[in-house]
T-cell receptor, first 112, second 118 residues
């Protein structure tokens, strides 16, 4: 079993829809949770990060962490074609000098 | 803008011919990482530097080496590239608060170098 499981998709939704991306993990020691967006032929771009359980909102993006279920989510509201990318979840035990454990990424396409 | 810069963006080398990839950063981060990412896979950590201290992942092949001559620069050397080493190589940086008054910062990535092996 992988430490972090993420549905690879592909996921296609119409423009303006709400997108839900998810990851599950097995190691309860993870404390920091991140979402990266990766466009084709580019490096991962940090979207959001959260510590422990709870919600965090930034514009159209909301990250949720449920440590009791070992489940994290990223919601994208009012999705735009420019949101089309691969979304990687990542997590670590600490912050600043810690190995990231990534999911394999979900490829998302927003259809105009 | 402060950023992580990787050069070149695309590198083609011959089987067995040594190659060096470079990374520079203007974020003043004290930790630098090298990842390997193959198509449709998650990035895989090869090694990282905490300041000048080198930390190798247990499963990183000996074929991969790294140098960090100063805070801003880090190099990835592949001594004898094989066909299986064709991948995107990503450099990332972060800040660890043990360095002083700055708060910890998560990992920020460059745009990668795509390595092809002929």
């Amino acid at each position: 079993q992988k430490e972090v499981e993420q549905d690879p998709g592909p996921l296609s939704v119409p423009e303006g829809a709400i997108v839900s991306l998810n990851c599950t993990y097995s190691n309860s020691a993870f404390q920091y949770f991140m979402w990266y967006r990766q466009y084709s032929r580019k490096g991962p771009e940090l979207l959001m990060y959260t510590y422990s359980s709870g919600n965090k909102e930034d514009g159209r993006f909301t990250a949720q962490v449920d440590k009791s279920s070992k489940y994290i989510s990223l919601f994208i509201r009012d999705s735009q074609p420019s949101d089309s990318a691969t979304y990687l979840c990542a997590m670590s035990f600490g912050f600043g000098n810690e190995k990231l454990t990534f999911g394999t990424g979900t490829r998302l396409t927003i259809i105009p | 803008d402060a950023m992580v810069i990787q050069n070149p963006r695309y590198q083609v080398t011959q089987f067995g011919k040594p190659v060096t990839l470079s990374c520079s950063q203007t974020l003043n981060h004290n930790v630098m990482y090298w990842y390997q990412q193959k198509s449709s896979q998650a990035p895989k950590l090869l090694f990282h530097y905490y300041d000048k201290d080198f930390n190798n992942e247990a499963d990183t092949p000996d074929n991969f080496q790294s140098r960090r001559p100063n805070t801003s620069f880090c190099f990835l050397d592949i001594r004898s590239p094989g066909l299986g080493d064709a991948a995107m190589y990503l450099c990332a940086t972060s800040r660890d608060r043990r360095t002083g008054e700055y708060s910890n910062q998560p990992q920020h990535f460059g745009d990668g170098t795509r390595l092809s092996i002929l």
